[in-house]
T-cell receptor
Framework: GENVEQHPSTLSVQEGDSAVIKCTYSDSASNYFPWYKQELGKGPQLIIDIRSNVGEKKDQRIAVTLNKTAKHFSLHITETQPEDSAVYFCAAANYGQNFVFGPGTRLSVLP | GAVVSQHPSWVICKSGTSVKIECRSLDFQATTMFWYRQFPKQSLMLMATSNEGSKATYEQGVEKDKFLINHASLTLSTLTVTSAHPEDSSFYIC????????????FGPGTRLTVT
């Protein structure tokens, strides 16, 4: 079955700097890769996703890149702000299959 | 759009009692709903998947007689934890998908269950 790894487990950046979180997946059949942001005591919120027919997707300060050959995808947050501090989860899925989540990355943006 | 609610947001119950958690899709019809469990500082663990009008499909290791799931309508799914024990204390989160074949899942705010 699918296995998703995520690095780093914790990440601290200065406000205004960029943050990058990387995930790798094992099942080459996976074709959908969402990223979720979870604040303390709340449910995950979808922030961006990408499908395997696209190499990059951007939404304001957030971007996701996908390398199908290497089976990894990354979340890029530019101009980080304190409100970006949260736990970020990546996931991988194939059509009709359930999500497999990574273990999460705790991002701290220091003012 | 795509808002999912859960009720209650937190609940405390005594060991041996049962507790029901509701998950509602507020602005869309959810053909599929998912129930996850999350322990502190850990990732989301899928417990079961339910399609409206069908029996839930449980993940390996999840006791279906202990975690009863009912997806009676396109906007409501319930999770009942029966004969709860302290080890059932956790953060339970539901998510919903509004059309078969689509990928996106929208998550509820979660329910914190504490069993004393």
């Amino acid at each position: 079955g699918e296995n998703v790894e995520q690095h780093p487990s914790t990440l601290s950046v200065q406000e205004g700097d960029s943050a990058v979180i990387k995930c790798t997946y094992s099942d080459s059949a996976s074709n959908y890769f969402p990223w979720y942001k979870q604040e303390l005591g709340k449910g995950p919120q979808l922030i961006i996703d990408i499908r395997s027919n696209v190499g990059e997707k951007k939404d304001q300060r957030i971007a996701v890149t996908l390398n199908k050959t290497a089976k990894h995808f990354s979340l890029h947050i530019t101009e980080t702000q304190p409100e970006d501090s949260a736990v970020y989860f990546c996931a991988a899925a194939n059509y009709g299959q359930n999500f497999v989540f990574g273990p999460g990355t705790r991002l701290s943006v220091l003012p | 759009g795509a808002v999912v609610s859960q009720h209650p947001s937190w609940v405390i119950c005594k060991s041996g009692t049962s507790v029901k958690i509701e998950c509602r899709s507020l602005d869309f019809q959810a053909t599929t709903m998912f129930w996850y469990r999350q322990f502190p500082k850990q990732s989301l663990m899928l417990m079961a998947t339910s399609n409206e009008g069908s029996k839930a499909t449980y993940e390996q290791g999840v006791e279906k007689d202990k975690f009863l799931i009912n997806h009676a309508s396109l906007t409501l799914s319930t999770l009942t934890v029966t004969s709860a024990h302290p080890e059932d204390s956790s953060f339970y989160i539901c998510s919903a998908r509004y059309e078969r074949g689509l990928y996106e899942q929208y998550f509820g705010p979660g329910t914190r269950l504490t069993v004393t």
